[in-house]
Nanobody
Framework: QVQLVESGGGLVHPGGSLRLSCAASGFTFSGYAINWYRQAPGKERELVASISSYAGNTNYADSVKGRFTIFRDYAKNTVYLQMNSLKPEDTAVYYC???????WGQGTQVTVSS
């Protein structure tokens, strides 16, 4: 069964850091690009970071460039999102998925607040 499970969210103060994990199973992970998305209440889901298969090319939304880093561990079948210098505007539920993936997990909540 194809499954992607997000973890690592929590409550953090502005300027703090979190590392999110996306654990994949049930498919050939290395052959797929993986994206991180986020969705804040009342707003549509936003693509924030992506990493390609094999070559590992990365791309980021302008709002997170210089603060977030996406990377993958093929041996662990896991993609990570390192988030530094967090701002209140980063508060959202974060999801991972393959491009055009038809199913979504529960995501992991990130709250940046004093």
């Amino acid at each position: 069964q194809v499954q992607l499970v997000e973890s690592g969210g929590g409550l953090v103060h502005p300027g703090g850091s979190l590392r999110l994990s996306c654990a994949a199973s049930g498919f050939t992970f290395s052959g797929y690009a993986i994206n991180w998305y986020r969705q804040a209440p009342g707003k549509e889901r936003e693509l924030v970071a992506s990493i390609s298969s094999y070559a590992g090319n990365t791309n980021y939304a302008d709002s997170v460039k210089g603060r977030f880093t996406i990377f993958r561990d093929y041996a662990k079948n896991t993609v990570y999102l390192q988030m530094n210098s967090l701002k209140p505007e980063d508060t959202a539920v974060y999801y991972c998925n393959v491009p055009r993936g038809p199913y979504w997990g529960q995501g992991t909540q990130v709250t940046v607040s004093s």
